[in-house]
C-alpha cells in the first residue's frame, strides 16, 4: 500500500515563502502525474499545480508566478516552493500522486491523497 506524508505547512506572514514536501512510501510502485491541491475554509479543493513524471508542469491562475511544483523521480517526492504568499493562499494544502502498483497477474493504477498540511498567511 502506498502512503503519501506530508510537511512544510505552518504559518506566515504576507509576502513570505513555505516549502511543502510530500513523500511517497510503499513497495512496487512508480509515481506519475503528482500534484497539489488546497481546501480552504468554507470552499472546494482546487488545483494548485501539477508535474507530469517527465517535468511538464501545470499552475492555477492565482499561483503563476509565485509558485513552482517540482520532483524527485528516485525518491518518489514531490515539493511546492511557494512565494510571495497572500492571505488568499490561506488552506489545507493536499498532495496527490497517480500510482502505478505492481500486483499479481499485472498492475493497479490509483491516485493517493497525503494527510494534508496547514498554511496560514497573516495580514
Known amino acids: 500500500q502506498v502512503q503519501l506524508v506530508e510537511s512544510g505547512g505552518g504559518l506566515v506572514q504576507t509576502g513570505g515563502s513555505l516549502r511543502l514536501s510530500c513523500a511517497a512510501f510503499?513497495?512496487?510502485?512508480?509515481?506519475?502525474?503528482m500534484g497539489w491541491y488546497r481546501q480552504a475554509p468554507g470552499k472546494q479543493r482546487e488545483l494548485v499545480a501539477t508535474i507530469t513524471r517527465g517535468g511538464r508542469t501545470n499552475y492555477a491562475d492565482s499561483v503563476k508566478g509565485r509558485f513552482t511544483i517540482s520532483r524527485d523521480n528516485a525518491k518518489n517526492a514531490e515539493y511546492l516552493q511557494m512565494n510571495s504568499l497572500k492571505p488568499e493562499d490561506t488552506a489545507v494544502y493536499y498532495c496527490n500522486v497517480d500510482v502505478k502498483e505492481v500486483i499479481p497477474g499485472g498492475y493497479r493504477y490509483h491516485e493517493v491523497w497525503g494527510q494534508g498540511t496547514l498554511v496560514t498567511v497573516s495580514t
Open positions: 510503499g513497495s512496487n510502485f512508480s509515481a506519475n502525474a
